[in-house]
């Protein structure tokens, strides 16, 4: 079936560190990956895409390559700020029927020091 | 323009009481997800919905539980002799297209169970 594994938190990082979130999925077709990210009290917010095998979302300096040989979105920034303190969740659409559903991870929650 | 929009914020109830979570979606947004999301659980799918359909329930509860989006109004969420099982964000996301790739997200509903 369609799955998507993240690698567990919490992570805990100081400021200006680098910051990776491992997630490697399973999917029948071929999905488009997403990263969305939930600041405390809030809702999800998407971060970044990818639609297409070796295709890289980037946004406020956070990226992630679609890897379709080893079925991997993994999140990364060079330089993490304590602003980025969230809880940041990989996601895959998949086709169901005629229609097309998220499929979640569970989430990892990164605390950034200062 | 406004974003997805939520209320309350904020719900407690008794057990046995019914609660009500309602979700405006973005403007020209006709479609509407549900997603409860739970301590040490993350997101999990309830139901999507089209103005006056349900297309994918696959994720409510059999019982207790059902939702609406009627051609006027918000969307419904409506939880039936609500036990303390039911405590959870309860959050609902919008989309411009059918099972849009990119949801768009409200602040959630927090709804506490007594």
């Known amino acids: 079936g369609n799955s998507v594994t993240q690698m567990e938190g919490p992570v805990t990082l100081s400021e200006e560190a680098f910051l990776t979130i491992n997630c490697t999925y399973t999917?029948?077709?071929?999905?488009?990956l997403f990263w969305y990210v939930q600041y405390p009290g809030e809702g999800l917010q998407l971060l970044l895409k990818?639609?297409?095998a070796d295709d890289k979302g980037s946004n406020k300096g956070f990226e992630a390559t679609y890897r379709k040989e080893t079925t991997s979105f993994h999140l990364e920034k060079g330089s993490v700020q304590v602003s980025d303190s969230a809880v940041y969740f990989c996601?895959?659409?998949?086709?169901?029927?005629?229609?097309?559903?998220?499929?979640w991870g569970l989430g990892t929650s990164l605390a950034v020091n200062p | 323009n406004a974003g997805v929009m939520q209320n309350p914020r904020h719900l407690v109830r008794r057990r046995g009481q019914e609660a009500r979570l309602r979700c405006s979606p973005m403007?020209?947004?006709?479609?509407v997800y549900w997603y409860r999301q739970l301590p040490e659980e993350g997101l999990k799918f309830m139901v999507y919905?089209?103005?006056?359909?349900?297309?994918?329930e696959s994720g409510m509860p059999k019982e207790r539980f059902s939702a609406e989006f009627p051609k006027e109004g918000p969307s419904i969420l409506r939880i039936q002799q609500v036990v303390r099982g039911d405590s959870a964000a309860y959050f609902c996301?919008?989309?411009?297209?059918?099972?849009?790739?990119?949801?768009?997200f409200g602040p959630g509903t927090r709804l506490t169970v007594t």
């Open positions: 996301a919008s989309s411009p297209l059918a099972q849009g790739d990119e949801q768009y």
């Open positions: 403007k020209g947004h006709s479609h």
């Open positions: 919905l089209q103005k006056e359909n349900i297309i994918d």
């Open positions: 999917a029948t077709g071929y999905p488009s």
């Open positions: 990818a639609t297409k």
């Open positions: 996601a895959l659409s998949v086709r169901a029927g005629n229609n097309r559903k998220l499929i």
